[in-house]
T-cell receptor
Framework: AQTVTQSQPEMSVQEAETVTLSCTYDTSESDYYLFWYKQPPSRQMILVIRQEAYKQQNATENRFSVNFQKAAKSFSLKISDSQLGDAAMYFCAYRSVYAGNNRKLIWGLGTSLAVNP | KAGVTQTPRYLIKTRGQQVTLSCSPISGHRSVSWYQQTPGQGLQFLFEYFSETQRNKGNFPGRFSGRQFSNSRSEMNVSTLELGDSALYLC?????????????FGNGTRLTVT
C-alpha cells in the first residue's frame, strides 16, 4: 500500500522569504499523481499544485513550485515570496492510476506553516 | 459559481445517536467524495459517489453510509455514534472521474461526540 510522509509537523518563514516543505512517498507504481493542498483556518482544502509522475518537468503555479524527484520518491513544495495569507496547513497527497475504480487520495499528516511579518 | 457547500458546520451529538451530514457539490460536478479528518489519523477516505452509485468505499465500519441524489447532492450518515467518530468531515466534488481531475472541497462539518 502507498504511504505519504511529511516529516515537518511545523515550519515558519519570514514574510517575503522562501520556504520548502518536504514530502516523501512510498509506492511500487510507476505512474501516479501527486498533489499539494492548503488548508487555512477556514478548513476548506484548496488545491495548490499537482504533478503527474510521467512528466519530468516540475509543476509551477505562480509563487508555488515543486521539486519532483521520482527516483527518490520526493515531492517538495517551494513557496517563494511568502505572504501572510500563505499561513495554513499544507498536505501532500498521492493518487494511484492503477487502482482501477478507486480515485481516493492518500494523504500525509500535514505541515503547519506560520508566516512571520 | 458557488463552491461546495456542507451543512451544518458544527454538530454536537451524544454516543449512540445517529447523524446525517449534507454536501452540495459545485454545479455540474457529478462525483462526490467524503473524507474524515482527525489529528491523529489525518485524512481518511470514506466513500465516493458518482451518478447516484457508490463507486468506492474506504475502511470504515458499516455504521458509516452515504447516498447521492439525482441532483448530485450527497448525504452521509453515521449511526450509533462513538467518541472516536469526533472529527472534521470533508466533502469534495469533481466534474468527472478522470484521475487528473482535482477535488474541490467544502468547509467541512465538525462533529463532536460526547
Amino acid at each position: 500500500a502507498q504511504t505519504v510522509t511529511q516529516s515537518q509537523p511545523e515550519m515558519s518563514v519570514q514574510e517575503a522569504e522562501t520556504v520548502t516543505l518536504s514530502c516523501t512517498y512510498d509506492t511500487s507504481e510507476s505512474d501516479y499523481y501527486l498533489f499539494w493542498y492548503k488548508q487555512p483556518p477556514s478548513r476548506q482544502m484548496i488545491l495548490v499544485i499537482r504533478q503527474e509522475a510521467y512528466k519530468q518537468q516540475n509543476a509551477t503555479e505562480n509563487r508555488f513550485s515543486v521539486n519532483f524527484q521520482k527516483a527518490a520518491k520526493s515531492f517538495s513544495l517551494k513557496i517563494s515570496d511568502s505572504q501572510l495569507g500563505d499561513a495554513a496547513m499544507y498536505f501532500c497527497a498521492y493518487r494511484s492510476v492503477y487502482a482501477g475504480n478507486n480515485r481516493k487520495l492518500i494523504w500525509g499528516l500535514g505541515t503547519s506553516l506560520a508566516v512571520n511579518p | 459559481k458557488a463552491g461546495v457547500t456542507q451543512t451544518p458546520r458544527y454538530l454536537i451529538k451524544t454516543r449512540g445517536q445517529q447523524v446525517t451530514l449534507s454536501c452540495s457539490p459545485i454545479s455540474g460536478h457529478r462525483s462526490v467524495s467524503w473524507y474524515q479528518q482527525t489529528p491523529g489519523q489525518g485524512l481518511q477516505f470514506l466513500f465516493e459517489y458518482f451518478s447516484e452509485t457508490q463507486r468506492n468505499k474506504g475502511n470504515f465500519p458499516g455504521r458509516f453510509s452515504g447516498r447521492q441524489f439525482s441532483n448530485s447532492r450527497s448525504e452521509m450518515n453515521v449511526s450509533t455514534l462513538e467518541l472516536g467518530d469526533s472529527a472534521l468531515y470533508l466533502c469534495a466534488s469533481s466534474p468527472d472521474r478522470r484521475l487528473n481531475s482535482p477535488l474541490h472541497f467544502g468547509n467541512g462539518t465538525r462533529l463532536t461526540v460526547t
